[in-house]
Nanobody
Framework: QVQLIESGGGLVQAGGSLRLSCAAS????????LGWFRQAPGKEREFVSG????????YYADSVKGRFTISRDNAKNTVYLQMNSLKPEDTAVYYC????????????????????WGQGTQVTVSS
């Protein structure tokens, strides 16, 4: 079992930055692929970024590519999402997710393939 707790959300002006963190407890997630998703009001939850459990591979949605950076610190059981050049359309609840996998290189983009989810943290970008 893995418990995930996100933090770092808040209100920021367009063009600003935020760094989200997701800390795991209950078991180490060094053998988990990790991901960030978001859900805006009235919309489906969507993939934002993912990272393999080795950290060697990452993947981003086109909408955030070049602005967001995902990273992980397995020693701290934490995954991060650095968000720069934020836009009002980035406003959403952001969720982290973990998927237990033997393949240390895999990045998972499909919501249904994740095993554990956090409760989410609100990010609001004002124009």
């Amino acid at each position: 079992q893995v418990q995930l707790i996100e933090s770092g959300g808040g209100l920021v002006q367009a063009g600003g930055s935020l760094r989200l963190s997701c800390a795991a407890s209950g078991r180490t997630f060094s053998n988990c692929a990790l991901g960030w998703f978001r859900q805006a009001p009235g919309k489906e939850r969507e993939f934002v970024s993912g990272i393999s459990w080795s950290g060697s591979n990452t993947y981003y949605a086109d909408s955030v590519k070049g602005r967001f950076t995902i990273s992980r610190d397995n020693a701290k059981n934490t995954v991060y999402l650095q968000m720069n050049s934020l836009k009002p359309e980035d406003t959403a609840v952001y969720y982290c997710a973990a998927a237990v996998r033997k393949d240390h290189t895999i990045v998972i983009v499909t919501e249904g393939r994740y095993d554990y989810w956090g409760q989410g943290t609100q990010v609001t970008v004002s124009s």
